[in-house]
T-cell receptor, first 114, second 113 residues
């Protein structure tokens, strides 16, 4: 069975640009979460979606947005990129996202902002 | 969210047991203790979780102190493939934010051949 897949794996952008990252969850999983991991730190929660509705949002500016599609895949969008947005962006999926379900993470998209 | 404290790094030898400690002195009664690990160039991977009793699975064992203020992840025979950052995370099942994981910096485990 395919795990969580993310695309692209690497991306280079310049300040002020916009970026879209994509995530396909494990088949049957209806919840998708996004995390940002800066070098040397643990991942930080950005968003969770369940059944196409936003369930939770972390402490990130409005430049960050996401959505979930009817097939449960998801996109993370970041506008007006800053140098500080350079990080590994991780997507995780689970059945419903709560009740102690384990999360399954993809390998991430490495974003570099120049 | 309740906080956890882990050593920054630990070192072990291949085929020896490894005990990774985690302190969580402010744990609440509804906090589950979760462990994830992150291998180089990969996303985090679930290892194990528990509430009060010790837990075993094919990857590891979780020993939880009687007062639940600390726990230990036990790898019975470390292999080179166990070299990773190990995160100890508390997850409150009663709260409205149990959908997210709050990661700290974790413990970087080095396994020597």
């Amino acid at each position: 069975d395919a795990g969580v897949t993310q695309s692209p794996t690497h991306l280079i952008k310049t300040r002020g640009q916009h970026v879209t990252l994509r995530c396909s969850p494990i088949s049957g999983h209806k919840s998708v979460s996004w995390y940002q991991q800066v070098l040397g730190q643990g991942p930080q929660f950005i968003f969770q979606y369940y059944e196409k509705e936003e369930r939770g949002r972390g402490n990130f500016p409005d430049r960050f947005s996401a959505r979930q599609f009817p097939n449960y895949s998801s996109e993370l969008n970041v506008n007006a990129l800053l140098l500080g947005d350079s990080a590994l962006y991780l997507c995780a999926s689970s059945w419903t996202g709560d009740n102690n379900e384990k999360l399954f993470f993809g390998s991430g998209t490495q974003l570099s902002v120049l | 969210d309740a906080k956890t404290t882990q050593p920054n790094s630990m070192e072990s030898n291949e085929e020896e047991p490894v005990h990774l400690p985690c302190n969580h002195s402010t744990i609440s009664g509804t906090d589950y203790i979760h462990w994830y690990r992150q291998l180089p160039s990969q996303g985090p991977e679930y290892v194990i979780h528990g509430l009060t009793s010790n837990v075993n699975n094919r990857m590891a064992s979780l020993a939880i102190a009687e007062d639940r203020k600390s726990s230990t992840l036990i790898l019975h025979r470390a292999t080179l493939r166990d070299a990773a950052v190990y995160y100890c995370i508390l997850r409150d099942v009663s709260g409205g934010s149990n959908y997210k994981l709050t990661f700290g910096k974790g413990t970087l485990l080095t396994v020597n051949p």
